[in-house]
């Protein structure tokens, strides 16, 4: 009955430490930049798309984002000042 246990715990253990919860798993991410400059017209087809998960940040301090919703009510962002990228997790 002990051969049994240990060897059923020895088998989760290689299972968790094999699996993706633990750092043994690479994340590749990209970091793109935002390159469209907000317009007074908001032409919105040229601004850079966002999605789920993305993260902003800000490359230089004073930096102004907006972030809108396109007519299929997708997000796209522009910079208004400053320099901005999106970290994405692919």
């Known amino acids: 009955m002990k051969t049994i246990l240990k060897i059923s715990l020895l088998?989760?253990?290689?299972m968790a430490l094999s699996s993706c919860g633990g750092s043994?798993?690479?994340?590749?991410?990209q970091i793109l930049a935002i390159d469209a400059q907000?317009?007074?017209?908001n032409?919105?087809?040229?601004?850079?798309p966002l999605q789920s998960g993305d993260i902003i940040s800000k490359d230089e301090?004073?930096?102004?984002i907006n972030i809108l919703h396109d007519q299929s009510n997708n997000?796209?962002?522009c910079v208004?000042?400053?320099?901005?990228s999106i970290i994405r997790g692919v």
Request: with cysteine.
């Open 75 to 77: 997000k796209v962002a």
């Open 38 to 41: 907000c317009n007074i017209a």
């Open 80 to 84: 208004e000042s400053g320099g901005a």
């Open 11 to 14: 088998t989760l253990t290689a």
């Open 43 to 48: 032409d919105i087809s040229s601004y850079t």
């Open 24 to 29: 043994s798993c690479e994340t590749t991410t």
């Open 61 to 64: 301090e004073n930096t102004t």
